[in-house]
């Protein structure tokens, strides 16, 4: 395969013409945040968490789905594209719950690992103040469940359940603010052509989509009021 000339942070490099800005980056160990990116499955460049600045054109590209071209210089570390990036991880924990502590995901959360990576304080985020999402969630599965508040719509889990399984039990739906992942028809996990391979689980970066565990099983034997009791000593509890 022909080889592309690049210079990415001052360095240059030769990499296959088929590579994407994120690949050659990788290859001269230059670390650029994702989000939506897998590198199983097709692209979505939908997070836009990967933008780098082309120093020709000074416009922002996203690097995961951006084909490498010859003499292209890219600066993964500019201030507009670091403020870029920054911008768009806000936006998203400004749709997002914030009960990271009652999260199953929480220290294995990818969005959390970048916001705190990128140093972003809950005042920044709180500028961004307006309308949550308030779905509900799906525990009706026999091994997983789905809290659509926190997808982020990064879609890994639409494509893996299509383009691996073969299955596309999942699916995007609606549109701007209103848009999520459900299943065919909005039905209940229980009701739906899903083989329960967990695939979806594994890729989500958040803790929209995970596994049934113990603590839910335990908390969906309780009565009401057994529950109320548990909400109101212990908040956190809740969200498991
Ligand atoms: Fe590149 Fe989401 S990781 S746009």
Redesign the pocket.
Known sequence: MNKVKLTIDKQTIEVEEDSTV?DAAKEVGIDI?????HPDLS?????????VEDEESGNLL????TPVRDGMEINTRSMKARKARRRNVELLLANHPNDCLGCDRNNHCELQDITYNLGIKSEEVAKFAGAKRELELDTTGPALKRDPNKCIL?GRCVRICEEVQGVSALQFTERGFDSIVTTAFDLPQAEINCANCGQCATVCPVGAITEINEIDKVWAALEDDDRHVIVQTAPSIQAT
């Not at 996203?62 to 789905?65: D, I, L």
């Open positions: 994120l945040p994702t989000l939506c990116y692209l979505h460049g939908a997070c836009r968490v990967c933008v996203a690097s995961c789905a990064c």
